[in-house]
Every structure is written in structure tokens, then in C-alpha cells.
């Protein structure tokens, strides 16, 4: 059973930007803290940035200042804007709450940043 749907990435060019977007099932999108994740080849999964249901934020260093995450608690919808990419963004970037479920965990969209 589908718990979460990624959808937004691609392949962009270095400096460009991408909106990568979540859906998801109401009870995944009530949990208090919802974010994204990636990971890259031969990287574990990593925390990119998380969003409280109030919206209040935190980013990962790496992304810091670039990155912007979002929520709408009614559509139970995740977003995540993405300016400023980097060859190292590069990754499957996924969502899922803070901290995850595994059995949460979708098929994630692939970002691509050629240099």
C-alpha cells in the first residue's frame, strides 16, 4: 500500500531550481514533524530539512539558506523548493516523518544537478 507519493524532481543544471512535492495519507501528514530526506549513491539517508505543524523549520547545513520546506496540513501535502543546486545535491530525495517510520518510506524522485 502507497503511504506517500515524491514527485518534482529531474535533471537541472548547476544554480538552477527544482519544487519537489509530497502526498500522502492524513494520519502519515498529523505526526507533528514531517520531512524530507535523501540519499545519495553510496550515502546512508540523510535529513534534509524538517517542518513542525506550527512551521517552524530546520535545514541541514549543506542546504542551509537554499533549501525552503513547507506543509499544507489540510491537503496533507510536503514541499520542498530547491534553489541554488549542486552537483552534491544530487540524490533520491524522499519524505516522511521526523523521526521516520519505515513503513512510511515511498519511491522517492530522483534529482539530478549536472555541473
Known amino acids: 500500500q502507497v503511504q506517500v507519493m515524491e514527485s518534482g524532481g529531474g535533471l537541472v543544471q548547476s544554480g538552477g531550481s527544482l519544487r519537489l512535492s509530497c502526498a500522502g495519507s492524513?494520519?502519515?501528514?498529523?505526526?507533528?514533524?514531517m520531512g524530507w530526506f535523501r540519499q545519495a549513491p553510496g550515502n546512508e539517508r540523510e535529513l534534509v530539512a524538517r517542518?513542525?505543524?506550527?512551521?517552524?523549520?530546520y535545514y541541514a547545513d549543506s542546504v542551509k539558506g537554499r533549501f525552503a520546506i513547507s506543509r499544507d496540513n489540510v491537503q496533507s501535502m510536503l514541499y520542498l523548493q530547491m534553489n541554488s543546486l549542486k552537483p552534491e545535491d544530487t540524490a533520491v530525495y524522499y519524505c516522511?516523518?521526523?523521526?521516520?517510520?519505515?513503513?512510511?518510506w515511498g519511491q522517492g524522485t530522483q534529482v539530478t544537478v549536472s555541473p
Open positions: 492524513f494520519d502519515i501528514f498529523s505526526a507533528y514533524y
Open positions: 517542518v513542525t505543524r506550527a512551521g517552524d523549520t
Open positions: 516522511n516523518q521526523v523521526p521516520y517510520v519505515a513503513e512510511y
